[in-house]
DNA sequence: TGTTAGCACTCTAACGAGTCGAGTGCTAAC
DNA sequence: GTTAGCACTCGACTCGTTAGAGTGCTAACA
């Protein structure tokens, strides 16, 4: 059996009809609604081939159909490939959006924050974004300036200018000249290099170089290492996760408090940043349903990701999640418009 | 009518049978489970008197009492003074707790999620933890770096070991000798003090000694505030929120709701903490039981809070949040020791 | 005077029967 | 290939019944 017009046509409405009631559609609500006039039994009978298809569903006997994963999977994939086409057609929508991010924040936290919030709600799903992740970390600069007698704070920038501190204590002074010795040793040494290159025999030439203050180095590479380790739990923004509520299908305790927990612990949030960029080259934006998502107790979710790019390789995520009858439409549109405008923030910058 | 001695034993019965069961406690329940032999027509009759006296209340008409807002009161008010006497007791759980602090965290934020986690794990119920609050900021060291050509790195340690950084872009490269200077002058001239006692005449007079540099010095003070400003909205961890929903009374979508979008924003949470911080001198330990709560949409929860001291006048708080029908007793055992605790894991350090 | 046994009464939760209506599948006619 | 028509299915809802837990009150008892 093949999936002819007329029948795309009639899943379609169905699953838009859905998509609006969230309830069970029949035979005769379509043969209504449509421009396609068909009567009921017409449409009953398509049905019946597209249950046998796997698009749609029947809760049960009497009742109307529901759409399925491969029904919602035809729909998104039909309207990813429209939105290809008229990308220009919303600029009035973007307008919106711009109004809600803001003057590009000064802090890169509270810019993210804000943009969690705008986007859930403006969907009114729940939503998250990935503080962007940097690839290759590779230092910068260091700088060990004195703060108390035997008390010395470790300054180390990496490439895109995240900064770490780490206060360490040493137990006998250090004068001003051997601390800028140790500095330049450091710079010098360091400097460039990815972190995963700093290895033992560097490690140890630096020792040797640093004579008495040998036992600093080690707290400075561990320091460094520190910086690097604390990075590698990406940080996660979320907003809106008291939207599911909104969803019945959603709200029951079980389901609920799975998600709120995924929320809180951001444990998965973290599988689904990852899952979304190793796949970022392929398309901006990708659309999980089901059964597909990249989490377990999503299943009853469809969750909507995309990337946006910082720089060179740098690249945080952006989600949205929400119940499978998803208004796709409009979710695809504002994540489209939304990773655009981060790339174009961070572009600027 | 006055609370007299038996009156009190078969109140403490009912809230001791309610908190277990979460059911009305009916009056045969009571004259059968206790050692003060009465038959269930006497202890209905008392049960009478409680509901007139406001400490237990009736659902409806044919249904057993449970306890009203006063009533917990009451018993959270006796639980207390009795914990006051026999403070040894529970040595054993303390070790309980120690176990699962595990090594004094190398990182502050981490330690706090650490707690956090540990309180809603033991109690099942919802947990947060509030950052240390420095109420007075005082500058404990400023330094400048030159990171690239025209690009400086502001590093500002404020007292407790707080540690900001803000790049600041400059247009004309700056030389060493300069920065020296710069740093020599705002050290000299800023430490030890406090945010609020930077007045326009001590930056005027900075500007002057700075010379050419004039136009950095502005930027680093924007800096300096800037890091004070961002503590203003004080950092809060949660933890099993999601707890709630194990508790059917607060598990229906309206208050779960609720609940979960407080512990999301946090904005309430911060509440919380302020009411508590500004109590503390009084008791070690709160409890807001229903409508005490110092935020409207847990009304239906109790609140249980304490805080934990850092230093000269940093506090933080923790605090745990369920259902009325709370174990106290547990509770008040956890949250003292957990307080205890970290009073002296932050006096070691 | 305080306590208790006993009993009628109240109210909810649970169950089952009956009804309604939306929707289906199938057949026969167009 | 399409459609009208009809019998059938099944969940949602209503309503009356029942069971049981618990009360309040009264009268008897110590």
Known sequence: MTLDDRKKKILLAIIKTYLDTGEPVGSRT????????????TIRNEMADLVE?????????????IPSDKGYRFYVDQLMSEKEQQLEERERETDEMKDMLVEKADKMERLLKQVARSLSVNTNYAAMISAPRYNINRLKFIQLSRMEA???????????????N????????????????LNMLLNTTLNGMAIEDINLSIISKMKQQAGEQAGIISEVIDAVAESIKADEDLE???????????????????RASEIITAFEEKKQLTDIVYETLSHSDEKGIQVYIGEESPVENMKDCSVVTA???LGEGIHGTIGIIGPKRMDYDKVLSTMKKLS?????????T
Chains 1, 2 share one sequence.
């Open 30 to 41: 379509i043969s209504k609604i449509e421009g396609l006039d068909l009567s009921s039994a």
């Open 53 to 65: 298809m796997g698009y749609i569903l029947q809760p049960h006997t009497s009742a109307g159909r």
């Open 150 to 164: 035997n008390r010395i704070v470790a300054v180390i920038v990496v490439e895109g200018n995240m900064i770490k």
């Open 166 to 181: 780490q206060i360490i204590d040493i137990e006998e002074p250090i004068d001003d000249e051997t601390l800028l010795k």
């Open 236 to 254: 996660i923004y979320t907003s809106g996760a008291n939207n599911i509520f909104k969803y019945p299908e959603l709200a029951d305790n079980e």
């Open 307 to 309: 990337t946006y790019e």
């Open 340 to 348: 655009n405008e981060l790339d174009s923030i961070f572009k600027k």
